[in-house]
């Protein structure tokens, strides 16, 4: 699937909550996934609208924003 614009910010979230919660339940190498989650951090940072959009909606919805979906945010707060 292909995510196009402000909303590309939703796939790095979703990594950056598995990451999280793999180093909290130590199911792996936490070197590995403390860099593996500072590279997704890194990435967000590049989609500072798209980021936004996902946590505004969100909040919006009471969900984590692991758990909101592009077509979440399109619904929610527009298009692009």
Known sequence: MQIQGRYRAT???IRQAA????IM?????????????ATTRRR?????????AVLHTARAL????DMVSVRDV?????SN
């Not at 339940?25 to 989650?37: F, K, Q, Y």
């Open 11 to 13: 796939v790095p979230l």
């Open 19 to 22: 990451l999280e919660i793999q």
């Open 25 to 37: 339940n130590a199911g792996g190498p936490a070197v590995a996934a403390e860099w593996a989650l």
């Open 44 to 52: 967000l940072v590049a989609y500072p609208e798209g980021l936004a």
């Open 62 to 65: 009471r969900r984590s924003p």
């Open 74 to 78: 399109t619904a929610f707060g527009g």
